[in-house]
């Protein structure tokens, strides 16, 4: 019965955002028929589609395995938190909740009281056609009502791997910054329109806001990734998470470029290409994750009819958003210079250096796929390629970094600059040096990447340092300038601890036997045995290690192997212990015939930590600028 | 110096950098490419044995087979099996923890060399999310051995 209402909900949402749909198209032909309050049409958009996603919920906490869906990716022993997660751990709950976000921010904008009616009702009407475009997908190709014939008595099962409280917040941190951008894409192309720019103000929190998402979005990926899987990496190129770096980056460009925009009323354009490219390369992601045109550890089973959909889907937002932008281009053109040494010549060439690596990233993904439809060769693009191409980018990008927060507005000059910081390079020129020493045995690629995450942070703590001096002469704090700090050392900590995790990992692979201590780094791993204990609705094989270090216990490692009694799968479950200095990282593997050895996998995975730490420093960063965004608006 | 001049000069400058770049690109696409192929391809073709390669297809039943091996001191699990599309079949030699989703008679793609004619040395046997879904180029073979009614 809720189930019903559900998809009576879901098609009225289908109904209201078509008239949004077929009032643009018309309105691009030429014809004004229709007229009626956008801000309303949003409203009822938004309520259906939220009790549409509340019914599917009720549905799944119910069990109710009427519901094809559910009888797929529920059952009954689960976990109530995982019944609700479930809701998303699958294909057609999640666009479901692709669109209650997209529906979500449809109506937050509509409730801004801070931007003009015409402009909200120009705005409302791309993103109600936006909605109308995901919803028919989700009718006609996904629907989650979807019923089941004959009902099972009970579900298969949420795939176990998502049965982590991990995985069960990611989908929807990164769904909230892919959504974002869909709101940045509408208002992009209305102010095409609407010929303003007062528009970048009512833009920027979006931008930030998106930008926060998407960076805990992968954050929380690439972290589930490092525990769940086993595997001792954070971050493996694989496809799936490529499509995810590839808006951040072009809107970890935008956020830069958007500050000159807003400041210098120049770079419009570009800022605008942004936007529009941004929430482009979202439904890329997107289409790679649903479609299953790529070799994917995220390639789930899926129907083909889907990624021609999406596809259509891609091509028709693109065409609109690109069309657009040419015949605005071609009436704006802007004329303005820029000089190389100067805060926006600095802004710039972060731009460049964000869109090669996005290009080159794109390249690698989707050169597979081309290849395999033009020369019908299967290939893959291994992780060497990636690091080849960014390891050299790294070098002038660090550079720009170190030094474009020390540039002034307009025009410098690059000897003025190096005096003002002298005592910073002098500093750095110092670390490095006795980094170099201290490491000098590590290899040389290692200690040069940590030397530069490190010159990021000590520079920030420079500028950070330069600010409480001038608080003094009671100068309010610039938050904008927080942000940067905040977020620069972000930075710095990823390089340092994807450094760390990468090139100075240790692995040892053996059988242990019950009593055996395996030394690594400068622990001692002694294995104490494995003891079965069970679970709500698994049994687990959980080993025990002693952590030895200096004759003295740190602590009990407990790495489990389940086995999910209704899919009959088992998931490995890694123990890790986090220090600043390094992970110790385990992995229970098999047991052998004579039951006392078992395979284990121990890792040594140095500044790990910093990883997860950098993530959170960039995430705050954005936060202070979407705060300071949201003032500034009135 | 003049500004059109000036501006021709940005130009060069960044036509150069464009095309330098996009050289680069290329050729390390090129270097770091990893060719998939089915078992029946790897007996047709030679390989070089520093160049990795994956081979995809479906794990023969009852060939999965574990022993204990000293390496640097260390005691190691060794893991050959045999990798079938049902015309050709390649043994695997893998040191290492399998994948949760590893399972005779089930598709698997292993990445790795062919030191010796006929062996494949495995550095990594690739994990799925999810026990439906099969990689593309496995789902051929399938199809394949349907057609034949199980060979």
Known sequence: ?634 | MKPKNKRLLTLIAFVTMTSLGFTILLVSLRENLIFFYSPTEVFEKTFDSNKKIRVGGMVKKKSVEKKIKEIDGRKLEEITFIITDYNKEILILYVGILPDLFKEGQGVVVEGMIKNPGVFNATNVLAKHDENYMPPEIKDIKTIKENSNGI
């Not at chain 1, 509509?110 to 909200?120: A, G, I």
């Not at chain 1, 929430?279 to 790529?294: A, D, Q």
């Not at chain 1, 889907?313 to 605005?328: C, M």
């Not at chain 1, 047991?591 to 790990?608: A, G, S």
Request: proline share 4%.
């Open chain 1, 1 to 634: 019965m809720v189930s019903e209402l559900g998809f009576v909900f879901l098609t009225l949402t289908l109904v209201l955002s078509s008239l949004s749909f077929a009032q643009l198209s018309v309105k691009g032909l030429g014809f004004e028929v229709f007229n009626f309050s956008q801000v309303k049409l949003t409203n009822a958009i938004f309520f259906f589609t939220l009790t549409s996603f509340i019914c599917l919920t009720y549905s799944f906490l119910d069990s109710d395995f009427t519901l094809d869906v559910i009888s797929k990716n529920s059952n009954s022993q689960l976990p109530l938190i995982y019944k609700f997660t479930g809701v998303w751990g699958n294909h057609e709950g999640s666009i479901l909740l692709w669109l209650l976000v997209m529906t979500f921010f449809g109506f937050l904008f509509s409730s801004s009281s801070l931007v003009s009616p015409t402009f909200k009702d120009e705005v409302l009407k791309v993103q109600n056609s936006l909605c109308f475009l995901i919803v028919s997908f989700i009718v006609f190709t996904s629907n989650p009502f979807q019923k089941s014939f004959p009902p099972p008595v009970q579900g298969a099962d949420l795939n176990p791997l998502l049965q982590d409280p991990g995985l069960a917040i990611h989908p929807p941190f990164l769904y909230m910054g892919y959504v974002g951008f869909s709101i940045i894409y509408s208002i992009s192309v209305a102010a095409m329109t609407e010929q303003s720019n007062h528009f970048l103000k009512i833009l920027k929190p979006w931008v930030f806001m998106s930008w926060i998402f998407l960076t805990c979005g992968i954050g929380l990926g690439s972290w589930w990734a490092y525990y769940e899987l086993g595997w001792g990496g954070f971050w493996f190129w694989d496809p799936v998470e490529n499509a995810s770096l590839l808006p951040w980056l072009t809107a970890s460009a935008l956020l830069h470029t958007i500050v000159i925009a807003d400041k210098k009323k120049i770079l419009v354009n570009w800022t605008i290409a942004l936007s529009i490219l941004t929430f482009i390369l979202s439904l890329l992601g997107t289409f790679l994750v649903r479609s299953g045109v790529l070799v994917s550890v995220h390639a789930f089973a899926n129907d083909p009819t889907r990624g021609v959909y999406i596809l259509l889907l891609l091509a028709s937002i693109s065409f609109y958003g690109i069309f657009k932008f040419i015949n605005h281009q071609k009436q704006n053109q802007e004329n303005f210079h820029i000089k190389l040494i100067s805060r926006e010549g600095m802004i710039s060439l972060n731009n460049i250096f964000m869109l090669s690596i996005a290009f080159t990233i794109l390249i690698g993904t989707i050169y597979p796929l081309f290849s395999s439809v033009l020369f019908n060769t299967k290939i893959s693009v291994g992780a060497p390629f990636f690091n080849s191409i960014l390891i050299p980018v790294m070098f002038p990008f660090v550079f720009g970094m170190i030094l474009g927060p020390f540039t002034k507005w307009n025009r410098d000059d690059l000897l003025l600059i190096l005096n003002r910081i002298k005592i910073l390079l002098l500093s750095l020129i110092l670390f490095s040096l006795i980094t170099w020493y201290i490491n000098f045995r590590d290899p040389v690629l290692s200690i040069i990447f940590i030397i530069l995450g490190g010159c990021i942070i000590l520079s920030s703590l420079f500028e950070f340092l330069q600010i409480l001096r001038n608080k003094n002469r009671l100068i309010k704090i610039p938050k904008k300038m927080i942000a940067q700090i905040l977020a620069h050392s972000g930075i710095g900590l990823l390089i340092i601890g994807a450094t760390g995790s990468s090139i100075l990992k240790e692995e040892k692979i053996q059988f242990q036997e019950i009593g055996e201590s395996i030394s690594i780094k400068d622990f001692n791993v002694e294995f104490i045995g494995v003891k079965k204990v069970e679970g709500p609705n698994y049994l687990s094989q959980m080993g025990e290690f002693k952590i030895i270090q200096n004759n003295k216990l740190l602590t009990i490692l407990k790495p489990e192997k389940r086995f999910y009694n209704s899919g009959k799968q088992v998931t490995t479950e890694a123990a890790i212990y986090s220090r600043f200095s390094g992970d110790l990282y385990i992995a229970l593997g098999e047991v052998h015939e004579n039951k006392t050895q078992w395979t284990t996998r121990i890792w040594f995975n140095p500044y790990t930590l910093w990883i997860w730490i950098g993530v959170i420093f960039l995430a705050s960063g954005g936060l202070f600028s979407w705060f300071n965004s949201l003032k500034k608006r009135k």
